[in-house]
């Protein structure tokens, strides 16, 4: 059972250029988000998605897309890196909206943007 | 815009002692409270939660939650060196969770 799996774990673009972090989780989870963790912040939410089709925005969702084609697959798209966008990107899940419940935290992935 | 505040630190306490961590929150609306510790370079994971008044225990550690003060407190005894880490408070539920920027405990031998 490998939980939330993000791919690249680190990446160096140039700005202006775009790319795609990988998120999936074998956990059966319908409920994914995307944070991002700056050097001295909090995590900030960027997408959520309730379930496979479903996603809305967080606190933080300018410069990125996201899309939920199946359950265990949840990419984040960076169209035009700007150097604000350098951070800790972080995909998670968890089983519900609960009172509850926990996250489930993949790996992470380092982004620099120069 | 809801706020959780924590004191960054460093928090130093000597290995067997009590580390206090505290954290505050400015959403009334908010039923759960998470603790989550975070090694360096590592991601979140779930330490504790709490949603009712009172203290909640766990082993080593111990969740407070004073709803009327709007504060969560997470006490760790008999203090390892394991447990050096940024402890990350979260308030909310789902996609209204809001963390705080973290407090970094340092047990020193």
């Known amino acids: 059972n490998a939980g939330v799996t993000q791919t690249p774990k680190f990446r160096i673009l140039k700005i202006g250029q775009s790319m795609t972090l990988q998120c999936t989780q074998d956990?059966?989870?319908?409920?994914m988000y995307w944070y991002r963790q700056d050097p001295g912040m909090g995590l900030k939410l960027i997408y959520y998605?309730?379930?496979?089709?479903?996603?809305d925005k967080g606190e933080v969702p300018n410069g990125y897309n996201v899309s939920r084609s199946t359950t265990e697959d949840f990419p984040l798209r960076l169209e035009l890196a700007a150097p604000s966008q350098t951070s800790v990107y972080f995909c998670?899940?968890?089983?519900?909206?609960?009172?509850?419940?926990?996250?489930?935290f993949g790996s992470g992935t380092q982004l620099s943007v120069l | 815009q809801k706020e959780v505040e924590q004191n960054s630190g460093p928090l130093s306490v000597p290995e067997g002692a009590i580390a206090s961590l505290n954290c505050t929150y400015s959403?009334?609306?908010?039923?759960?409270f998470f603790w989550y510790r975070q090694y360096s370079g590592k991601s979140p994971e779930l330490i504790m939660f709490?949603?009712?008044?009172g203290d909640k225990e766990d082993g080593r550690f111990t969740a407070q939650l004073n709803k009327a003060s709007q504060y969560v407190s997470l006490l760790i005894r008999d203090s390892q060196p394991s447990d050096s880490a940024t402890y990350l408070c979260?308030?909310?539920?789902?996609?209204?969770?809001?963390f705080g920027t973290g407090t970094q405990l340092k047990v020193e031998l």
């Open positions: 998670a899940s968890s089983y519900s909206f609960a009172t509850n419940e926990k996250l489930f």
């Open positions: 956990m059966n989870h319908n409920y």
């Open positions: 998605s309730v379930g496979a089709g479903i996603t």
């Open positions: 959403d009334r609306g908010s039923q759960s």
């Open positions: 709490i949603y009712s008044n």
């Open positions: 979260a308030g909310g539920e789902g996609n209204k969770l809001t």
